[in-house]
């Protein structure tokens, strides 16, 4: 049995190394969780809210109505940090629970008035974000980057 100190160097191998930072899923994890940082910073300074937040507002926001499970799915959150969110955005009286009238363990949630006026405000500051990045791109790299996003999501789940 090798110990540790004994196992073989990888980098004495016949094969190449891996080199992270040219891995492409290694780059697109980078770059989205740089782009995401950088957003961040604009819903948390003007609303203070968190990651978690910012997706069951938009999610529940673009649906209209929609339950705490639909947006776990829809926004690949587990099912903690969206019971989380729905509870920080109802304190802020943003959002509304109705229970299902026919399953009174479903919960839909929907956004208030003062809810839906954020909700327009930040669709817009988005709108901004978003296009000011895209334009730091160029058209033709912008459109590159967007069909090049829509393949590998169509491609993802099949790998």
């Keep these: 049995m090798q110990t540790r100190a004994q196992s073989k160097d990888p980098r004495k191998s016949d094969e190449p190394a891996l080199r992270l930072e040219d891995f492409i899923p290694y780059r697109l994890n980078r770059a989205s969780e740089a782009v995401s940082r950088r957003f961040s910073r604009v819903y948390r300074d003007r609303y203070g809210m968190t990651r978690p937040e910012w ?3 938009a999610t529940i ?3 209209g109505t929609i339950t705490a499970t639909e947006i776990g799915r829809h926004s690949s959150m587990h099912k903690t940090k969206v019971s989380r969110a729905v509870l920080a955005l109802e304190k802020r009286a943003w ?3 109705n229970t299902d009238p026919n399953d009174r363990r479903i919960e839909h949630l929907s956004l208030t008035a003062a809810g839906r006026s954020a909700y327009s405000d930040m669709v817009s500051i988005a709108r901004e974000f978003e ?5 730091a791109l160029g058209a033709q790299s912008a459109n590159m980057l967007a069909n ?11 790998g």
Excluded: C, I, K, Y
């Design 131 to 135: 296009n000011r990045m895209m334009s």
């Design 95 to 97: 959002l509304v629970r």
């Design 148 to 158: 090049a996003l829509d393949a590998l999501e169509r491609t993802g789940d099949t």
């Design 55 to 57: 997706r069951a507002f």
């Design 61 to 63: 926001g673009q649906f």
